[in-house]
């Protein structure tokens, strides 16, 4: 049997809209073997919202098929668990765990012994973005972007070591085709010159560990904007988390969790203001400090 642990991520990180994303330390994890027939159970959080679902809308199961058309190889049949721990639509990349944690499955049921660059490949493919699924794959932080025929260029980056993040998870979700589709079709040159230049500058920060650098960059025109609508009090969890000591916030994917970039001192604090922002307008949903995550999908044959 093999088991893959994959885990959480928040995607674009402000200016790095579609390009950038890092691995948090909470997982989903997927089992498989191989069986005479097809079956397939779901545990863990929400679990209660995909076990209804028709088998072949499955994303994992729709991502293990994705593999095995890819190098054209199938099994007989295969028992497949599910244990989800990341919560569904909210912006942590439950998505990209499933088609991720899908794919290393069917990877090695059918022996296709493909390299983590295809499987970037065949997931960027599901996805759409590369974002969410290279950190959910490699761990830290990851800027990708889509190449010709497919290919996905990416480059790693460590997170430095006191960098801990804060996220509020609110209870209400947001799908990310409705939190895409409130974005413009086209930006202005202005907008494109400013996100580059944040975001380079931002890059150069992580990479360097210039909290200040990174606070002055997370400044975001192609998508938190707009996006801001969907999300109650985004403002306010900013401020606060700001005001007690985060260098930096955003959006964290496509919403509706946010994420406040701190260091350890301080993540204690910004997880309180959360909690105060929360209580104080009735939106319910949980603060939790949480750890960059190095490892990424990790497989083990048991
Ligand atoms: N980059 C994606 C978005 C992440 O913001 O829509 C969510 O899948």
Redesign the pocket.
């Known amino acids: 049997m093999i088991r893959v642990k994959v885990p959480a991520t928040t ?2 990180m402000g200016p790095g ?2 390009v950038l994303g890092m691995a948090l330390s909470q997982y989903s994890t997927f089992q498989c073997q191989e069986d005479d027939k097809i079956s397939l159970s779901i545990k863990g959080l929400e679990s209660e919202k995909l076990v209804n679902q028709d088998h072949e809308a499955n994303l994992v199961v729709r991502s293990m098929n994705h593999l095995f058309k890819y190098v054209d190889k199938y099994p007989k049949g295969y028992k497949l668990e599910i244990i989800n721990d990341i919560p569904l639509a909210r ?1 942590m990349g439950s ?2 765990s499933a088609i991720v944690g899908g794919l290393l499955v069917a990877n090695y049921l059918v022996g296709a012994n493909l390299n983590q660059d295809e499987i970037l490949k065949l997931a960027t493919q599901i ?1 759409g ?1 590369p ?2 699924v290279a950190p959910a794959l490699m761990g830290n932080i990851v800027l990708s972007t889509k190449a010709p025929d497919d290919q996905v260029i990416y480059h790693s980056i460590k997170p430095f070591d006191d960098l801990t993040c804060v996220i509020f998870i609110p209870d209400y979700d947001v799908s ?1 085709s409705m ?2 589709a409130v974005l413009p079709q086209s930006i202005s040159m202005a907008d494109a010159v400013h996100t580059s230049g944040h975001l380079s500058l931002m890059l150069a920060g992580f990479m360097t560990g210039n909290k200040d650098l990174i606070g002055q960059t997370m400044v975001d025109r192609l ?1 938190e904007p707009y996006r801001k609508s969907l999300i109650k009090n985004f403002d306010d969890f900013k401020a606060s988390a700001l005001e007690v000591g985060a260098f930096a916030f955003s959006l964290s ?2 919403g509706s969790t946010i994420i406040a970039y701190c260091d350890h001192d301080s993540a204690p604090h910004v997880k309180r203001a959360f909690e105060e922002v929360s209580q104080k307008y009735s939106i319910s949903g949980t603060s939790k400090i949480i750890a960059p995550c190095s490892q990424g999908a990790v497989c083990e044959v048991v």
């Open positions: 995607a674009n809209y579609d912006g998505s990209a996805e973005h974002d969410n990310t939190s895409r998508h994917g496509s």
